[in-house]
């Protein structure tokens, strides 16, 4: 069956060299993904389901075999018994061995074991798509982190950039007072602002590191101080938006996510379910035959047969073929049916649930995609423009033009922009690489 292979972020190639931790100490994507895969435990929870259903199908195709089993017992017998020998009943000890072979070969049982074997190869390559289905959301999820780890960072630049504008002017402003230019007003307006400032650095922080424990808790990882992403530079202007919209877009989506198909092999395991509970209704046949012998230690009779000799004269066989026919079985085979039925009934729902859950997210996606990609572009000529606005109302403040309240509405206009137009870079970089996943295309940042 074609295997589908959707996730090879930051391309795969590179992560064929190693995982190991750059020489910075930094994690990059590529290995924050690899750890995840490592180290989740739902994950490792669907290989252990995969090696169940496997043992599962094995034991299935093995019903077609005949089976085979020996054994043997010894022991005696006191009081009044028959003696095997004499075919009378007499009081004494009788000690005996007994040694036999049984097997039996099911020839027709109402077509259960070929839709067993079909159920159990159905739900194996389901499992397998689970488990294919687990790891492309560990590895969207880890992703996600990442780019939280991201944004916060160049939050955090903005918000240390600001503080240094804030302490730079406040500098100056304090030489001015002193020289009498401006009023005593302005530097306490100033001194405000860097508070201001400052808070807002401690609170980037405290979100940085937020997203760094995030991130360390999916990967399975020990939080400590050191532990901290290798950034790539995110490149916007080659991003584009798929152009033949949410349709095309599911169209695609549908036909290689392995959630999808195993939704509809779900459907296909409860039909063979629905096979197995009417072959009850059937008649089965079946094939069985036995050896026997044994040994009897009657040692006074006038010729003492040996062990070997016992056993080959004791030897018997026997060959039986067993028909059973349901005639009445308490409804439970009728309700057997009807379980598989309900459970058929469920299975359509699910694949139902899939394709509306992944439609939904691919239109969640879109639209988020489209909405950052217009805010992206209004937040750039937004930031262009208030860089100019707050350079020449730097320069006015200097020279006493403006006051400081209006030099730090100019500031503060600045960093918002600044903030908003980050929030939208990557909120469009992450929606353009979540279409891209859902149309098969290799995912690099």
């Not at 995969?50 to 077609?64: D, I, N, V």
């Not at 077509?111 to 590895?139: F, K, M, P, W």
């Not at 877009?249 to 296909?268: H, N, T």
């Not at 026997?292 to 004269?313: C, G, K, M, W």
């Amino acid at each position: 069956m074609k295997r589908i292979l959707l996730l090879f972020f930051l391309g795969w190639g590179l992560v064929q060299h190693g995982f190991s931790q750059t020489t910075s100490g930094k994690l990059s994507l590529e290995q924050c993904v690899q750890i995840a895969l490592e180290n989740n435990l739902n994950l490792k929870r669907s290989e252990l389901n995969l090696l169940s259903s496997e043992a599962t199908l094995m034991e299935s195709r093995g019903q077609q075999l005949p089976s085979f089993s020996m054994g043997a017992s010894s022991g005696f017998r006191w009081g009044r018994s028959i003696n095997p020998v004499t075919n009378l009943f007499e009081t004494r000890r009788i000690g005996n061995v007994n040694v036999s072979a049984n097997s039996s070969l099911p020839i027709f049982a109402g077509g259960q074991i070929q839709n067993s074997i079909r159920q159990a190869e159905t739900t194996v390559e389901t499992n397998r798509l689970n488990l294919e289905a687990s790891r492309n959301d560990i590895s969207l999820n880890t992703v996600n982190l990442f780019i939280n780890v991201a944004f916060a960072r160049e939050q955090l630049n903005i918000a240390n950039s600001q503080l240094t504008t804030s302490k730079d002017q406040l500098e100056r402003t304090e030489k001015l007072v002193q020289a009498g230019s401006l009023p005593v007003a302005d530097q306490l307006d100033l001194q405000a602002q860097m508070a201001t400032n400052e808070l807002e650095v401690i609170n980037a922080e405290n979100n940085l590191r937020i997203a760094r424990l995030n991130l360390s808790q999916a990967l399975q990882l020990p939080f400590t101080d050191d532990f901290d992403i290798l950034i790539p530079e995110l490149e916007v202007d080659g991003l584009e938006i798929e152009t033949r919209g949410v349709a095309h877009i599911y169209s695609v989506a549908e036909g290689i996510l392995p959630e999808v198909k195993a939704a509809e092999l779900g459907i296909q395991a409860a039909d063979y379910g629905v096979r197995i509970a009417k072959g009850t209704f059937l008649p089965s046949l079946n094939l069985s035959a036995n050896v026997f012998s044994n040994y009897v230690d009657q040692t006074n009779f006038a010729t003492s047969d040996p062990l070997l000799r016992q056993f080959e004269n004791n030897l018997s066989q026997a060959a039986n073929l067993g028909l059973s026919i349901p005639i009445f079985s308490n409804f439970r085979n009728r309700a057997s049916v009807q379980r598989a039925r309900v459970q058929r009934r469920l299975s359509e729902i699910s694949e139902i649930e899939v394709r509306n859950q992944l439609r939904q997210d691919i239109e969640s996606a879109y639209t988020s995609a489209y909405a950052a990609r217009q805010s992206y572009r209004s937040s750039l000529l937004r930031v262009e423009a208030l860089e100019e606005a707050f350079r020449m109302a730097q320069q006015r403040f200097e020279v006493g033009a403006i006051n400081a309240v209006d030099f730090q509405v100019a500031q503060n206009n600045l960093f918002n922009a600044q903030a908003d137009l980050v929030s939208a870079k990557y909120e469009y970089v992450f929606s353009v690489k979540v279409l891209d996943f859902y149309l098969g295309k290799p995912l690099t940042l």
